[in-house]
């Protein structure tokens, strides 16, 4: 299995652009998880899909942001309009749905760099 | 509200020594607790996952504990190597099982 696939590995764009980042997740895995890492706060989750639903998207930090799941195997991050405080990297993960306590498989990450 | 700390200051030790981190959590008690590691421009790779009736989990170099009187987990690698070097994850569930990554811990083993 070639893992979590994640494009672009690095956006750099201007504030006020659209961003879409995207995610594919292993094959079979029910759970995918979006999530923002910085040096100054770490890894955060921003939402979590369990079957292509939206479970949990309280770490969405504010409507520019938003994510769908249209099938199993493909998951976007949008974010509209980008500002300059969302650089950062994103990463998806997804999970095989036994439990909550199973592993989580991370992609590469997109490089987020809003100018 | 849940709370985890982990050293923010990295690690140097020498090639050969025991390697021990720890993460610490507040405000509640988590029935398991992950360890990850994460190499540089790369994601998050699972370690260990060790349940709170665990006192001690082993893998190969690796040793982790989970004391839920301290509210705290250590991460011990044995006789490491400079591959070692990177940050180290805890990621305890928050109350409704979202994973909580602490901000990792740099452990860097010098030859």
């Known amino acids: 299995d070639a893992g979590v696939i994640q494009s672009p590995r690095h956006e750099v764009t201007e504030m006020g652009q659209e961003v879409t980042l995207r995610c594919k997740p292993i094959s079979g895995h029910d759970y995918l998880f979006w999530y923002r890492q910085t040096m100054m706060r770490g890894l955060e989750l921003l939402i979590y899909f369990n079957n292509n639903v939206p479970i949990d998207d309280s770490g969405m930090p504010e409507d520019r942001f938003s994510a769908k799941m249209p099938n199993a195997s493909f998951s976007t991050l949008k974010i509209q309009p980008s500002e300059p405080r969302d650089s950062a990297v994103y990463f998806c993960?997804?999970?095989?749905?036994?439990?909550?306590?199973?592993?989580?498989?991370f992609g590469p990450g997109t490089r987020l760099t809003v100018l | 509200s849940q709370k985890i700390e982990q050293n923010s200051e990295a690690l140097n030790i020498q090639e050969g020594k025991t390697a021990t981190l720890t993460c610490n959590y507040t405000n509640y008690s988590p029935a398991y607790l992950q360890w990850y590691r994460q190499d540089p421009g790369r994601g998050p790779v699972f370690l260990l996952l060790i349940r709170e009736n665990e006192k001690e989990k082993r893998k190969e170099r690796l040793k982790v504990t989970f004391d839920t009187t301290l509210k705290q987990s250590l991460f011990h690698i044995t006789a490491s190597q400079p591959a070692d070097s990177a940050t180290y994850l805890c990621?305890?569930?928050?109350?409704?099982?979202?994973?909580?990554f602490g901000t990792g811990t740099r452990l860097q083993v010098f030859p």
């Open positions: 993960a997804s999970r095989p749905g036994q439990g909550m306590a199973d592993t989580q498989y």
């Open positions: 990621a305890p569930p928050s109350h409704t099982d979202k994973l909580i």
